[in-house]
Nanobody
Framework: VQLVESGGGLVQAGGSLRLSCAAS????????MGWYRQAPGKQRELVAF????????NYADSVKGRFTISRDNAKNTMYLQMNSLKPNDTAVYYC????????WGQGTLVTVSS
């Protein structure tokens, strides 16, 4: 599976962004997927999770109520809608399976200014 993230950028606190993850390979639809992020000087963390069929989602407490994960298996694509962004949401965001595969995409940088 090859993963390509996009949609990051610079946004002011309180703003919104929508990230996309394009996955290659026929196994995408079989996998639970997640959005991970890595802030400067911190370990990578899982912030949002979605089951293979999209029927169940879960979120880290830090983003609950602000972020929404979704997927379109027909397009092999996953999304992360991020609202009410805060400066501590600044990070490189990655998509990957849950549990994650060894190979990661390049990620997409989200910078939230105060």
């Amino acid at each position: 599976v090859q993963l390509v993230e996009s949609g990051g950028g610079l946004v002011q606190a309180g703003g919104s962004l929508r990230l996309s993850c394009a996955a290659s390979g026929s196994t995408f639809v079989l996998k639970s997927m997640g959005w991970y992020r890595q802030a400067p000087g911190k370990q990578r963390e899982l912030v949002a999770f979605i089951t293979s069929g999209g029927s169940r989602t879960n979120y880290a407490d830090s983003v609950k109520g602000r972020f929404t994960i979704s997927r379109d298996n027909a397009k092999n694509t996953m999304y992360l809608q991020m609202n009410s962004l805060k400066p501590n949401d600044t990070a490189v965001y990655y998509c990957n399976a849950v549990p994650h595969l060894q190979v990661w995409g390049q990620g997409t940088l989200v910078t939230v200014s105060s």
